[in-house]
């Protein structure tokens, strides 16, 4: 069966450090990719999404970047994180056209 | 028109109460929808999936209605477990790439 992996759980940091959240997926192949944030007490806001390794979408432009080095593997960086992206930072995979995404555990970003 | 939209609550009902929850979509063209489940500070968990005019499962009860553009969620005999936020999600317009739209959720809260 697939199942995604998310780390870490939680992470705390100071203003203008960098930031890498790492997400695999396992038990599928060639998964589109997402991240997502939810700040507290909103909605899903979709960050990236990609469709195969190397091809990243970006929805919302901010000084965040996401990368695929490999089919099942998704990471989110930044170089200089700001007090606004805190949140809970969603992983999810799917299989391709209109499926159902399924999400990691997420990362609770709390930016001091 | 907002691409997904729903009634944030909260609805609070007894336990053994049935409820229903509505969610609308403006893209006429999407055919598969699904409805997820959100526990507070955890991720969004797939309930159900709706391909067609409706899907059961057990106490759970999805309805589409094209006409109007509305999807349903209806439980019954509600149980205290049942208490989380439901969100409604939709294709995005224009969405081959399989990403999704997420509402910004109902709460509901079953009481004893």
């Known amino acids: 069966s697939q199942t995604i992996h998310q780390w870490p759980a939680t992470l705390v940091q100071p203003v203008g450090s960098p930031l890498s959240l790492e997400c695999t997926v396992e038990?599928?192949?060639?998964?589109?990719l997402y991240w997502y944030r939810q700040a507290a007490g909103r909605g899903l806001q979709l960050l990236f999404y990609?469709?195969?390794?190397?091809?990243i979408s970006s929805e919302v432009p901010q000084n965040l970047s996401a990368s695929r080095p490999q089919d099942r593997q998704f990471i989110l960086s930044s170089k200089k994180l700001l007090l606004s992206d805190s949140g809970f930072y969603l992983c999810?995979?799917?299989?391709?056209?209109?499926?159902?995404?399924?999400f990691g555990d997420g990362t609770r970003l709390s930016i001091l | 028109r907002k691409e997904v939209e729903q009634d944030p609550g909260p609805f609070n009902v007894p336990e053994g109460a049935t409820v229903a929850f509505n969610c609308t979509y403006s893209?006429?063209?999407?055919?598969?929808f699904f409805w997820y489940r959100q526990d507070c500070r955890k991720e969004p968990k797939l309930l159900m999936s709706?391909?067609?005019s409706g899907n059961e499962d057990g106490r759970f009860t999805a309805q589409l209605n094209r006409a109007s553009q509305y999807i349903s969620l209806l439980i019954r005999d509600s149980k205290l477990s049942d208490s989380a936020t439901y969100l409604c999600?939709?294709?995005?317009?224009?969405?081959?790439?399989?990403?999704?739209?997420f509402g910004k959720g109902t709460k509901l809260s079953v009481k004893p």
């Open positions: 999810a995979w799917s299989g391709t056209g209109v499926q159902p995404q399924h």
């Open positions: 038990g599928t192949s060639n998964p589109n």
């Open positions: 990609s469709v195969g390794i190397g091809q």
């Open positions: 893209n006429s063209a999407s055919q598969s």
């Open positions: 709706v391909y067609s």
């Open positions: 999600v939709a294709p995005h317009y224009g969405g081959s790439q399989g990403n999704l739209i």
